[in-house]
């Protein structure tokens, strides 16, 4: 049984159940894990509110890794919780306290007005406010126990959280994505495999660790309380298998750059119709972007393996 004690927060990023944070209730005390983007502060502050908490409650603020959906609104959050801590992998923790580079590479990935629209404002993080989280260190806090894992294969700054009072773990982005809206057959669990650190060994050496925590059931930033964990392992791998064969093809293949990712987008949209034959078209219009994201990480990994051949 999922502990009341967490409380699953919708993001409403991009649409409604694609992202989501979680708030820990603890005693006089509270925690959030993911902090989405600063337009969905409102929406964070409003739970924690609800549970009769107020800002100042907030000891820890923690966040998976630094893409954007996830810790793009940490200073904004930091901001308005003034007693609390953020917690971070510790290659991540440098682009909190800085997120110059962060705002930098995802503005031109997206440009300015599309930029602005997804994560608003990116603030920085006062460094005497941010802790890194070492590999499996853990962390006190009130009756429960939370246990740093570092996993990389994702993001080599990723690390998931368990929980020893709900048995669950916070796996971010490591042990996929499942979308309630795809879930009408069955579990369905894929791999996110967006730019630019996608590592097939890692994500499946990912697998097993958060496997030997012994956690029960998964909190997906995408998204929600995942309870099938030996479905969605094996469903992981799959995917994590089938990227694999596609990333070693688009090493092999001629094209570069844009023909390149036009390849690897046919490869990925192939493994969902492979994967979930129940799929509509509706659903992959759900999926668009996912689909573009895991094929531009793909193709990204494909390129930087040529660059070490030559």
């Known amino acids: 049984m999922l502990m009341d004690s967490i409380v699953t927060i919708d993001c409403n990023y991009v649409a409604p159940h694609l992202a989501c944070a979680y ?5 006089d005390r509270a925690a959030f894990v993911e902090n989405n983007t600063s337009h969905a502060i409102p929406l964070l502050l409003d739970a924690l509110k609800s549970r009769g908490y107020s800002p100042e409650q907030v000891e820890y603020a923690i966040i998976t890794h630094v893409h954007l959906d996830h810790a793009g609104g940490s200073g904004s959050l930091m901001n308005l919780c003034p007693n609390a801590t953020l917690l971070a992998h510790p290659k991540a923790a440098r ?3 800085n997120p110059t580079r ?7 990935v997206y440009g300015e007005e599309v930029f602005a629209k997804l994560y608003g404002e990116i603030l920085p993080v006062p460094e005497s406010r941010v802790r890194s989280m070492e590999d499996n260190e853990e962390l006190k806090f009130g ?3 939370l246990k740093f894992v570092h996993t990389r294969g994702h ?5 998931c959280v368990h929980d020893s009072k709900s048995n669950g773990i916070f796996t971010g982005d490591s042990f996929g994505i499942a979308y309630p809206v795809l879930q009408s057959n069955g579990p369905f669990l894929f791999p996110s495999t967006t730019p630019t650190e996608f590592d097939p060994g890692e994500a499946r050496l990912t697998i097993e660790k958060i496997k030997n925590t012994g956690a029960s059931h998964a909190y997906l930033t995408h998204f929600g309380a995942f309870t099938e964990m030996q479905v969605g392992e094996e469903q992981l791998r799959t995917g994590i298998n089938a990227f694999e064969s596609l990333l070693n093809n688009l090493v092999e293949r001629e094209e570069s750059g844009g023909d390149l990712v036009e390849f690897a987008v046919s490869g990925v949209t192939e493994y969902f119709k492979t994967s979930a034959p129940w799929l509509g078209d509706v659903d992959f219009k759900f999926l668009e972007m996912d689909i573009q994201l895991n094929a531009a990480g793909i193709a990204f990994a494909a390129e930087r393996m040529r660059k070490t051949r030559i």
């Open 23 to 27: 708030l820990i209730c603890e005693g």
């Open 95 to 97: 682009h909190v306290i």
């Open 102 to 108: 962060l705002v930098s590479s995802a503005k031109q």
């Open 143 to 145: 009756s429960r126990t």
């Open 155 to 159: 993001a080599n700054h990723h690390f």
